[in-house]
């Protein structure tokens, strides 16, 4: 599928300012501020000045909060947000209920206990993220992110994303039935994204640290639902394909009373035979013009 | 003669919207392509005759009669062979006049009766994708061998025409691919059926790689597991997963896709 850029120029306004750069400078601001985050519950969360708002906004880092203050914006950022700033492009420190900045350890196994498929998850969200791609949340279309090619303001996104844990795809997992699958697809299709699994292996290695994370692997499937009718058009030939075009138009004005006299044709009799079709079949519609006149006559 | 809807037998209805052309929703497969290319297959006038053999599960084709015998069934020795589902097929659509070891007419009743355990479902699929246009084939059965011995009763199949090692047909065909889909564990896929594209240039003496690889789950879904398995059997060509129920055949692929890196 290609990308849905949402109008004219925004594609090139995308090459113009990749991701990659506007997450950089959402970096060295955060980095030159000290910034801070409070985290409570599964929310970081964090007051900026006004230009890192506007690096966060296109960076798609967070939602902001509006509230009264004059001197600070709030945004309360993700457990996956908030740590791959932490974490990956550190800068961003993390504060608990005693106001002490953790460690990576430390934050690593709060984000756990408020979530334990975090490693997972992180692991599937940073992968994107540092290919470069935007990823959010995908609780709107039944997913677990969604990933867009630059901004959602410029592009719709292609991929609605699950996070496939080790062993579950083994029977008790997240599509275990036919039904999720259709379910998923559907709904995903629907909005037109591509449904993305992303299967995270461990390969051994526990969740005691976040320095286990590298040694994690991903494999990236899609699912798609399979059109054997579109397959079948989509390879057809240039002359095969006028040729079905032709048939079609041919078909499309067929009656139910023109179908009764429908000849099979020899090849070799191709002419003789067409002759005596052509000429019955003008015949019978003669005779229906002739019934409905008189009809319309009578009425 | 008439046309026959065959979207409607397969399950798909045709009350359905237009197709939107030029943008590709993963939509409703309900949705679109009724308005456009529909197979129409014509019942046939001309009937090709065929004698049903129970050992084998297959009939053997004595007389034929049209095109479609170029596209299905196996050749061994010269003879012509039809698998349940070919032979299912071609007696919906009137093209067969089936007879048995007495030379009494089998009717549409005899031959349903004769499809079992998972063959249902195999022969729903194999008729929504033959319906399409598509050439389909048991997958692992070789469309035709040459030189091999002509007793009906032991025709190769599997083997390679150098070999000279004969194998029982029923034991290599009915049984070895419909019995051991009964035998399955609950969630194990198997490939099932190869796909060529509509093409009136198959030749069954070098039919070439297939374009797909039908696998059919005993269950529900293939793990992951399975479906990398069946990838390195089956080599480049593509794999599409198939799910029958309720009359309904839906097709999934589940490809590897690295996403880019973007700059």
């Known amino acids: ?299 | 003669m008439e046309a026959v809807d065959w979207e409607n037998s397969s399950g798909v209805s045709s009350d359905t919207e237009e197709y939107l052309q030029d943008t590709k929703y993963e939509d409703d497969e309900e949705l679109h392509f009724t308005s456009g290319f529909i197979s129409k297959l014509q019942f046939r006038k001309d009937k090709s005759r065929a004698h049903w053999i129970n050992e084998m599960g297959m009939a053997e084709v004595v007389e034929n009669k049209g095109k479609l015998w170029r596209t299905m069934g196996v050749v061994r020795s010269g003879k012509i062979y039809y698998s349940i589902e070919e032979t299912l097929f071609l007696m919906e659509i009137g093209a067969l006049l089936l007879l048995d070891d007495n030379g009494t007419s089998l009717s549409l009743n005899d031959i349903y009766a004769k499809v079992s355990g998972g063959s249902w479902e195999l022969f729903e699929v194999y008729r929504h994708l033959k319906s399409l246009g598509y050439i389909v084939g048991r997958h692992g059965i070789a469309w035709s061998i040459k030189g091999a011995k002509s007793n009906c009763q032991s025709v190769s199949l599997q083997c390679s025409p150098q070999s000279s090692e004969v194998v029982n047909l029923e034991s290599e065909d009915e049984s070895s691919i419909v019995g051991s889909f009964n035998n399955m564990h609950i969630n194990e896929a198997r490939p099932v059926f190869d796909v060529y594209l509509p093409d009136s240039k198959f030749r069954k003496s070098s039919p070439g790689d297939p374009s797909f690889v039908i696998c059919l789950t005993r269950g529900d879904l293939p793990s992951i597991a399975d479906i990398e398995v069946l990838e390195r059997q089956c080599g480049a060509i593509p794999l599409r997963f198939c799910h029958v129920e309720y009359g309904r055949v839906s097709f999934f692929s589940f490809n590897e896709e690295e996403l880019p890196i973007l700059p």
């Open chain 1, 1 to 299: 599928m290609e990308p849905r850029w949402k109008g004219k120029g925004f594609k090139a306004k995308a090459l113009a300012e990749p991701m990659s750069k506007i997450v950089s400078q959402l970096q060295s601001s955060l980095i030159q501020s000290d910034a801070h985050g409070l985290l409570t519950g599964c929310t970081v969360l964090i007051a900026v000045k006004p230009e890192q708002t506007d690096l966060l906004d296109r960076a798609c880092f967070g939602k902001r909060i509006v509230t009264a203050e004059k001197d600070n914006d709030w945004f309360q950022l993700g457990l996956e947000e908030a740590f791959y700033l932490c974490f990956s492009l550190k800068c961003l420190k993390v504060v608990g209920d005693d106001k002490c900045p953790k460690n990576d350890v430390e934050l690593w196994q709060c984000m756990i206990s408020r979530k334990p498929n975090f490693p997972d998850f992180y692991k599937a969200y940073s992968h994107l993220r540092m290919k470069n791609w935007v990823v959010k949340s995908g609780l709107n279309y039944g997913v677990d992110f969604v990933a867009y090619r630059h901004h959602p303001s410029l592009v719709h996104s292609e991929y609605a994303v699950l996070v496939l844990s080790e062993g579950e795809d083994e029977g008790n997992g997240r599509l275990r039935l036919w039904s999720d699958l259709h379910c998923t697809t559907r709904v995903s299709g629907s909005v037109v994204k591509t449904l993305l699994v992303l299967r995270i292996t461990k390969n051994g290695n526990d969740v005691a640290s976040p320095s286990c994370l590298e040694k994690y692997t991903v494999v990236e499937r899609t699912i798609r639902k399979w059109h054997p009718e579109q397959c079948r058009e989509d390879n057809m030939t240039g002359e095969n394909r006028t040729k079905q075009q032709e048939a079609l138009g041919k078909a499309s004005l067929k009656t139910k009373f023109t179908q009764k006299h429908d000849v099979k044709l020899k090849p070799g009799l191709v002419g003789i035979e067409r002759g005596i079709g052509l000429v019955s079949i003008s015949l019978v519609f003669a005779l229906i013009s002739f019934i409905v006149s008189r009809w319309f006559w009578s009425n």
